[in-house]
């Protein structure tokens, strides 16, 4: 069984550019989550999925991030007109949904984005 | 609001010698505790769980945990670490129910180094 998928591992952007990070859940799972692990700042939340719906975007920058998480094909972070600030590794968690085990979240190896 | 402290930001040991890396939190309501490693460079990988039931939990490569609610506490021990024990570690927290949707909370992180 194929752990959570990210892809790329690492993106490089320059100021201005777009980013878009993808993440393929566990199979099984149809709860996603995104987190950021900034430098110097720990790891936090951004925003939760489930399939075509947007359930928690408390975490989300307001402006330039936006995700989704369609019927078919990957949960996808999009970032546009990145700034420095942004350079950062973004991680993907998966859980089942059902019952206690929607606590249990399993993580993507993460896209470390640099912006130049 | 939920937050995570772990009181050590690095831990230096020996190998074979036991260890403790400490977590406390804070909510006004019922929570769910973990702990995460991450290796260099890669993803989170769940250790242990406490989600109900006896409060000494144990996870794996001979980790174990007790939540004590009473010092809101839920520090992580080895009897003995390797080498391979080397990483950082997560504490992180989510509370069951209303608006939480299973996101985690973490605290800052423990670098723990074994050295031989």
């Known amino acids: 069984n194929a752990g959570v998928m990210q892809n790329p591992r690492h993106l490089v952007r320059r100021r201005g550019q777009e980013a878009r990070l993808r993440c393929s859940p566990m199979?099984?799972?149809?709860?996603v989550y995104w987190y950021r692990q900034l430098p110097e700042e720990g790891l936090k939340f951004m925003v939760y999925?489930?399939?075509?719906?947007?359930?928690?975007e408390s975490g989300m920058p307001k402006e330039r991030f936006s995700a989704e998480f369609p019927k078919e094909g990957p949960s996808i972070l999009r970032i546009q007109q990145v700034v420095r600030g942004d350079s950062a590794a973004y991680f993907c968690?998966?859980?089942?949904?059902?019952?206690?085990?929607?606590?249990?979240?399993?993580f993507g190896p993460g896209t470390r984005l640099t912006v130049t | 609001a939920q937050s995570v402290t772990q009181l050590d930001s690095q831990v230096p040991v020996f190998e074979e010698a036991p260890v403790e890396l400490r977590c406390n939190y804070s909510?006004?309501?019922?929570?769910?505790l973990f702990w995460y490693v991450q290796y260099p460079n890669q993803g989170l990988q769940l250790l242990l769980k406490?989600?109900?039931?006896?409060?000494l939990v144990k996870g794996i490569n001979g980790f174990e945990a007790e939540f004590n609610k009473s010092q809101t506490s839920f520090h992580l021990r080895k009897p003995s670490v390797h080498i391979s024990d080397t990483a950082e570690y997560f504490c992180?927290?989510?509370?069951?129910?209303?608006?939480?949707?299973?996101?985690?909370?973490f605290g800052q992180g423990t670098i723990l180094t074994v050295h031989p």
């Open positions: 406490y989600l109900s039931g006896s409060t």
């Open positions: 999925l489930q399939k075509e719906n947007i359930i928690d």
């Open positions: 968690a998966s859980s089942p949904g059902d019952n206690l085990r929607s606590y249990e979240q399993y």
């Open positions: 199979k099984g799972h149809s709860h």
């Open positions: 909510s006004s309501v019922s929570v769910y």
């Open positions: 992180a927290v989510t509370y069951y129910g209303g608006t939480s949707y299973g996101k985690l909370t």
